[in-house]
T-cell receptor, first 113, second 112 residues
Framework: SAVISQKPSRDICQRGTSLTIQCQVDSQVTMMFWYRQQPGQSLTLIATANQGSEATYESGFVIDKFPISRPNLTFSTLTVSNMSPEDSSIYLC??????????FGPGTRLLVL | SQQGEEDPQALSIQEGENATMNCSYKTSINNLQWYRQNSGRGLVHLILIRSNEREKHSGRLRVTLDTSKKSSSLLITASRAADTASYFCATDADTGFQKLVFGTGTRLLVSP
């Protein structure tokens, strides 16, 4: 299975600022996914990122708030913009490799004060 | 919301006992996957069962799938303290590409 790393592992940020989360995979993958897990809750898909195209966002998530980059087949970033305390969550990236099976990174734990 | 429901929300057992968690979902699926999450960390993939399968085993794990009832169960036999975690089911809706919809999760506590 693919090995996925995320940076940072955790951060404490002030409201109004932005944070960029990096996701690195040790193999080339077509699709990468970004999820949010609010405190005590399950995971919700934010967007799907394919290399070379605009990310596809789920209902309730917009590009201005969560811009995503996918510059190559092993890397993606998610930015949480103009943060508020409601953005405090764990953010996880995942890849579909092999087909049908998604593997997740260790997550980025974000606290917004 | 298409989010699945899991029950129980929390389960507390003793080491050596079996733990059963149930998952219900709402739409047609290609497959259903079970994940484990320790203390708010990343998710560990446990097992995938396809819509044309009824039962699957992996070590101490047994998963069943009933597509007519839109439900699945995860059985952990001979539980250990290290099995303490949250367990989530996730369905891959039959839309042609992988978009996982997660259940609400079951928090399992296994006491020594």
């Amino acid at each position: 299975s693919a090995v996925i790393s995320q940076k940072p592992s955790r951060d404490i940020c002030q409201r109004g600022t932005s944070l960029t989360i990096q996701c690195q995979v040790d193999s080339q993958v077509t699709m990468m996914f970004w999820y949010r897990q609010q405190p005590g809750q399950s995971l919700t898909l934010i967007a799907t990122a394919n290399q070379g195209s605009e990310a596809t966002y789920e209902s309730g998530f917009v590009i201005d708030k969560f811009p995503i980059s996918r510059p190559n087949l092993t890397f993606s970033t998610l930015t949480v913009s103009n943060m508020s305390p409601e953005d405090s969550s764990i953010y996880l990236c995942s890849v579909e490799e092999p087909r049908e099976t998604q593997y997740f990174g260790p997550g980025t734990r974000l606290l917004v004060l | 919301s298409q989010q699945g429901e899991e029950d129980p929300q929390a389960l507390s057992i003793q080491e050596g006992e079996n733990a059963t968690m149930n998952c219900s979902y709402k739409t047609s699926i290609n497959n259903l996957q079970w994940y484990r999450q320790n203390s708010g960390r990343g998710l560990v993939h446990l097992i995938l069962i396809r819509s044309n399968e009824r039962e699957k085993h992996s070590g101490r794990l047994r998963v069943t799938l009933d597509t007519s009832k839109k439900s699945s169960s995860l059985l952990i036999t001979a539980s250990r303290a290290a099995d303490t975690a949250s367990y989530f089911c996730a369905t891959d809706a039959d839309t042609g590409f992988q978009k996982l919809v997660f259940g609400t999760g079951t928090r399992l506590l296994v006491s020594p």
